[in-house]
């Protein structure tokens, strides 16, 4: 069991993806929850892949007390993606405390990133301003003898079959997948659309009582 650091700490982190009006240069920009009982500093890093070469860094220094921070990151000409070329790039944030002699390590977060702007134009749905044509399946968590326990490793055949088929999207029906399906498909190059579990097929039949009920007690209104 792994435990959030009492003194500092990284409570959650938003990124975004931003490029530019001709899709060719970029903006990372990163927003931090934390929790600082002491000053602190947090190093932002962006890899090209897992171990690649580095790309942009910035660093900037937090005080005590400081719930929120913000920063971003230039990026030349990323590669884009899209589900046919899924690249991805590594985000490292790393926050530290105390000074140079006692500089110490408190968090780490390595989060893998795309570049991609997606967007309604002309009534198209367009991918780093190309439209697109989503060819996709309906996917139901569920193993033939494990039923809905099922295996991570059941889950990433599903998306290399789909893949194989030259299938490019995925819908999650009816309820939220696997926790990790959605960056597996971010890795491998699929569209998810995500579902929560809000269905509402049965309160048609409690509409049609009720209004059965008004019409017992006062009468048609037709």
Not at 28 to 42: F, G, H, K, M, S
Not at 74 to 83: D, G, Q
Not at 125 to 137: A, H, L, S
Request: with cysteine; proline share 5%; net charge neutral.
């Amino acid at each position: 069991m792994v435990a959030f650091p009492a003194l500092a700490r990284i409570d959650d982190f938003f990124v975004r993806t931003e490029l530019d009006d001709k899709y060719e240069d970029a903006t990372l920009r990163l927003a931090l929850d934390v929790t600082l009982r002491e000053d602190c500093e947090v190093s932002v890093l962006l890899r090209d892949g897992p171990r690649g070469a580095v790309i942009s860094t910035d660093k900037t220094s937090l005080s005590a007390g400081v719930s929120q921070a913000s920063r971003s990151l230039s990026v030349p000409n990323p590669h884009k993606w899209t589900a046919e070329t899924p690249r991805l790039y590594t985000l490292e944030i790393k926050l530290y405390s105390g000074g140079e002699e006692s500089r110490s390590l408190r968090q780490e977060i390595t989060h893998r990133v795309g570049f991609r702007s997606v967007e309604l134009k002309n009534g198209n749905i367009c991918v780093n301003g190309r439209p697109i044509t989503f060819r996709g399946v309906n996917r139901h968590d569920h193993h033939p003898r494990r039923g809905r326990a099922v295996p991570w490793s059941f889950v990433r055949n599903d998306v290399l079959l789909m893949k194989r088929h030259n299938i490019n999207a995925v819908r999650c029906s009816h309820y939220p997948s696997h926790p990790g399906l959605v960056g597996l498909c971010d890795e491998l190059g699929l569209w998810v659309i995500d579902e929560a579990d809000l269905e509402c097929h049965g309160f048609s039949m409690v509409a049609d009582a009720a209004l059965e009920r008004q019409e017992t007690t006062f009468g048609n209104p037709a």
